[in-house]
């Protein structure tokens, strides 16, 4: 018979079952063979749960371990960090998306937001509208959650500015889809490392006076919610262009 507490051994075996489910989901999404609900919410929600409990098994079974002298220290505090390793990020995730609006559509111009043109082609019907219609308050909601997202002014001529802007996308790791010199609008895609999410972009470039204001627009195709990625990526690519 193991002198191994029983607590470690199946927080253990919840611990690679967490594992499992999430790369299942992660998997099952970029392959294309995984609905989007279901890869959240049964994959990645799952894999949350399990992971909590298997969290909650080992650290009692570690204390058992150290009270008792049992085996079995060792697999507990493995048992933890590969739990942890599965319910950190996903836990971040749901925080940071009980914190923001369920809207996917940011853009710096919310009067006379930048149009996509090319993009249009690489959408489908399945895809969030570009319209800005859903929901019916999505300026206001931007608004209130992103203040901080608004025109970029810059000291330069237009057409060096609209230069920095393309260097500045391309920097940034982004599948640029068109660039139209005369319209000063380039339109790219941006696709995140682990899930597979393609999330479009379109910049705008016109002359304020002599100086050049630019405008982004970033737009998810999946999800009602983007859990603040697309105000992110707005974000860092001001940073990048003024830097």
Same mark, same amino acid.
């Given at each position: 018979?193991?002198?191994?507490?029983?607590?470690?051994?199946?927080?253990?075996?919840?611990?690679?079952?967490?594992?499992?489910?999430?790369?299942?989901?992660?998997?099952?999404?970029?392959?294309?063979?995984?609905?989007?609900?279901?890869?959240?919410?049964?994959?990645?929600?799952?894999?949350?749960?399990?992971?909590?409990?298997?969290?909650?098994?080992?650290?009692?079974?570690?204390?058992?371990?150290?009270?008792?002298?049992?085996?079995?220290?060792?697999?507990?505090?493995?048992?933890?960090?590969?739990?942890?390793?599965?319910?950190?990020?996903?836990?971040?995730?749901?925080?940071?998306?009980?914190?923001?609006?369920?809207?996917?559509?940011?853009?710096?111009?919310?009067?006379?937001?930048?149009?996509?043109?090319?993009?249009?082609?690489?959408?489908?019907?399945?895809?969030?509208?570009?319209?800005?219609?859903?929901?019916?308050?999505?300026?206001?909601?931007?608004?209130?959650?992103?203040? *901080?997202?608004?025109? +970029?002014?810059?000291?330069?001529?237009? @057409? $060096? !500015?609209?230069? #920095?802007?393309? /260097?500045?996308?391309?920097?940034?790791?982004?599948?640029?889809?068109?660039?139209?010199?005369?319209?000063?609008?380039?339109?790219?895609?941006?696709?995140?490392?682990?899930?597979?999410?393609? *999330?479009?972009?379109? +910049?705008?470039?016109?002359?304020?006076? @002599? $100086? !050049?204001?630019? #405008?982004?627009? /970033?737009?998810?195709?999946?999800?009602?919610?983007?859990?603040?990625?697309?105000?992110?990526?707005?974000?860092?690519?001001?940073?990048?262009?003024?830097?």
């Amino acid at each position: 018979m193991s002198d191994r507490s029983a607590l470690v051994s199946w927080g253990f075996r919840l611990a690679l079952f967490s594992v499992v489910i999430a790369v299942i989901a992660v998997l099952g999404l970029r392959l294309g063979i995984m609905p989007l609900p279901i890869a959240l919410f049964a994959g990645l929600g799952g894999g949350f749960i399990v992971g909590v409990i298997a969290i909650l098994l080992s650290i009692v079974g570690l204390v058992i371990t150290i009270t008792s002298g049992k085996n079995g220290r060792g697999i507990a505090v493995a048992a933890i960090f590969l739990s942890l390793a599965i319910v950190a990020p996903i836990g971040a995730a749901i925080m940071n998306g009980s914190s923001v609006p369920p809207i996917h559509d940011i853009s710096t111009d919310l009067t006379d937001p930048p149009v996509f043109v090319a993009i249009r082609a690489h959408r489908t019907p399945a895809h969030n509208a570009l319209d800005r219609t859903s929901p019916e308050n999505l300026t206001e909601l931007q608004q209130a959650a992103y203040p *901080d997202i608004q025109p +970029i002014l810059l000291d330069r001529h237009p @057409g $060096a !500015a609209f230069e #920095d802007a393309l /260097s500045a996308a391309q920097a940034m790791g982004w599948e640029i889809v068109s660039i139209a010199v005369e319209e000063g609008q380039i339109e790219a895609t941006d696709t995140t490392a682990l899930m597979g999410f393609k *999330d479009d972009i379109v +910049i705008r470039v016109r002359d304020e006076n @002599g $100086a !050049a204001l630019v #405008d982004v627009r /970033s737009v998810s195709r999946v999800g009602e919610s983007d859990l603040g990625a697309n105000a992110a990526r707005i974000r860092a690519f001001r940073d990048e262009l003024k830097g």
